[in-house]
């Protein structure tokens, strides 16, 4: 019993039992506005955070137990050379954001004790390269250290000799412009390196077998070149993304890379493929001083990598680089948004005598983004290269998509026939679930325009004033489950959908629509936007078919008659979630309102609609029967009054 209370005590202060010993895990202290550490800290604490104060000096902490140590974001400058004899367990250790390029030399004195540290933060403090090299010694035992955002601009071979056992290092955000030969070669055990927001300029022979994450971003490397040799390189992510890069980088021989960023560099600046292949076999034999023959040493590699994602968005690209990419037998997403792509031709080299067109594929890539481009052309050798894509974004382009979706490719018989054609086959895309043609300038959707395909979600928004053929979703209505046609300025008149009854997510916001489609019946919809439009009220019968599986819908920016929203009581009913409702308006006989403000009174808005709703059908023929026999007294009394006149002349 005593034991169970003693428990229940020591959870309610934060502390924990062992061995018959109590031990307080953690205090925060951060955000105090302290000038000094608090005197009367728990020896028994494992964990102290005093982040965010306005500590300068550091004097002897006698916490024998402690494991981790923010001092991060103070103004400390002053380490006395005791103040960690007494940390004997000490692991982690967060000392950015201070001033420890003051006194570095004594500073430094005060680490050296800490023989059991693990991790090292001792980012954003000014340091320089020497300052830097005082802190690291006699840290054997280190395994992360994090140095962002100081002013190192080298880095020797002697930096990390005393730290062999690191597996991750973070220096970005500094001044680096070179790394001596073995800086990092004898850390056998490096798996992750940032190197991101330095001044590197180039990298001539990359001998890091063991590290799997390499990030090189935001510096000015302008190309990237591995020597060849046998060894296997561990290598699995290489950052190279905003850099100066002309070529693409030839990685390790051997090698497990799986994720190549390239975004925002100057790939494709060169012109053609064959151009920025040559010149980066060039430059290759250049370093490595090879006086063989010219091999492509570039695609060889770029053949045997396992690469699965590479991003080659922002770029200078004019021309599709078919073959090398087609190399990357097991990649499956490709970035290539916002380049300068007007076509994507199937200019590949090695025609046969036959005259047949020599077919490349792409029989991994399921993720395909060329958003962003000005395309008005794809070869339809291109996407029958496709043969597993899954999803295709040409968001902001100029395609056109062809009519029916029959062996287009077959009944072409010449490479002049097929670039006379200026449509997109969507139809050859067998696999293709998700399509994007958002803000492609398409004029008209023809009939069968997604046939054979197997869509899941399309998005033809801001097409402006397209017409859209009846027939033209034909062939997917059994798959598609989410459909936007917005902003389009389509009308009522012009929208027909089929039924769809895999629909659960509909957006015909920003149109002139005043009328649902009833083919929605069949729909399982669970979201619906139908945001600024021109509906006055919405059909009760489809609102309450569709509320059976609806969740949520957007209502806003139309202009409802308050007295005729019996679909919104079914929608309140049925608890569905109306986001907008707040912005909401509607209008009565003699003023506009707030739907909330008119669902708080609905009466005394519609006083004089329901009364009127209110008169039946025999009021009805009273009142013709009162009018008929009123008119008839006036017809006869005109008439006798005619006769009056008539015999007063005689």
């Known amino acids: 019993m005593f034991s169970n209370l003693l428990l229940l005590w020591s959870l309610s202060h934060d502390l924990y039992i062992t061995g018959g010993t109590f031990f307080a895990p953690k205090q925060f202290w951060n955000n105090q506005n302290l000038s000094s550490v608090p005197l009367d800290l728990d020896v028994r604490l494992r964990r102290l955070d005093l982040s965010n104060n306005f500590i300068r000096q550091l004097h002897t902490l006698a916490l024998p137990y402690l494991e981790q140590l923010d001092l991060s974001n103070n103004q400390l400058d002053l380490i006395s050379d005791e103040a960690f004899e007494n940390l004997a367990r000490l692991e982690h250790l967060n000392l950015s954001r201070n001033g420890l390029n003051i006194n570095a030399g004594s500073n430094s004195k005060a680490l050296q004790s800490l023989g059991s540290l693990r991790s090292l933060d001792i980012s954003r403090n000014g340091l320089s390269n020497d300052a830097v090299q005082l802190y690291l010694r006699r840290k054997s035992s280190l395994d992360q250290l994090k140095m962002t955002g100081n002013a190192l601009t080298r880095l020797s071979h002697t930096l990390f000799r005393e730290n062999i056992h690191l597996r991750t290092i973070t220096i970005d955000d500094n001044l680096i412009s070179e790394i001596a030969p073995g800086t990092f070669e004898p850390l056998s055990q490096l798996e992750t390196l940032n190197l991101a927001k330095n001044n590197l300029g180039h990298i001539c022979d990359f001998k890091l077998y063991q590290v799997k994450y390499l990030n090189l971003s ?59 292949v040559s010149e980066a076999n060039s430059l290759y034999n250049e370093i490595v001083r090879e006086n063989v023959a010219m091999k492509n040493n570039l695609h060889a590699i770029w053949r ?76 339809p050798h291109f996407l029958k290269a496709l043969t597993q894509i899954e999803t295709l974004n040409l968001q902001e382009n100029f395609m056109q998509p062809c009519a029916s979706a029959g062996n287009f490719i077959s009944s072409l018989s010449t490479q002049q026939t097929i670039l006379s054609t200026s449509c997109a086959a969507f139809g050859q895309l067998r696999t293709l679930k998700h399509l994007n043609l958002r803000e492609n300038n398409i004029k008209i959707l023809q009939l069968n325009t997604f046939l054979r395909t197997s869509l899941v979600s399309l998005n033809l928004a801001k097409n402006q004033d397209m017409e859209m053929h009846e027939g033209a979703l034909d062939g997917v209505q059994a798959t598609l489950q989410s459909l936007i046609i917005s902003e389009i300025n389509m009308s009522s008149s012009h929208l027909s959908l089929p039924c769809m009854p895999a629909l659960t997510q509909l957006n015909i916001s920003n149109n002139r629509l005043d009328k649902m489609p009833n083919t929605l019946n069949c729909s399982l919809l669970k979201e619906i936007d139908i945001r600024n439009n021109a509906f006055r009220t919405l059909n009760h019968s489809l609102i309450h078919t569709l509320s059976k599986n609806l969740t949520v819908m957007f209502i806003s920016g139309n202009n409802f008659n308050c007295c005729d929203s019996s679909w919104l009581k079914t929608l309140n009913e049925m608890k569905i979630k109306l986001p907008d409702i707040s912005r909401t308006k509607c209008f009565t006989s003699d003023q506009n309102v707030m739907m909330t403000e008119y669902l708080k009174s609905p009466s005394s808005y519609c006083l004089l609609h329901k009364e009127a709703q209110e008169v039946n059908f025999g009021q009805m023929i009273v009142i013709v029967i009162f009018l008929s026999v009123l008119l008839t007294v006036l017809i006869m009394f005109s008439r006798k009054l005619c006769n009056i006149q008539k015999s007063f002349m005689v």
């Open 304 to 379: 045997q990598m396992p690469l699965f994602y590479i991003d080659l968005s922002y770029n200078h690209f004019t021309s599709f680089p078919l073959e090398t990419l087609s190399l990357l037998s097991s990649l499956e997403s490709l970035h290539f948004s916002h380049n300068c792509l007007q076509s994507i031709d199937w200019n590949i080299r090695n025609y046969s005598d036959s005259g047949l067109i020599r077919q490349l594929s792409f029989h991994s890539l399921k993720h395909l983004n060329l958003q962003s481009n000005a395309l008005v052309y794809i070869s």
């Open 218 to 276: 935001r510096n000015s490397v302008e190309f990237f070149v591995t020597r060849e040799n046998q060894h296997s390189y561990s290598l699995e992510i290489l950052d190279l993304s905003y850099n100066k890069l002309l070529y693409f980088p030839i990685v390790p021989k051997k090698n497990h890379l799986k994720y190549l960023y390239l975004q925002n560099n100057m790939l494709g600046a060169l012109g053609s493929e064959a151009a920025m």
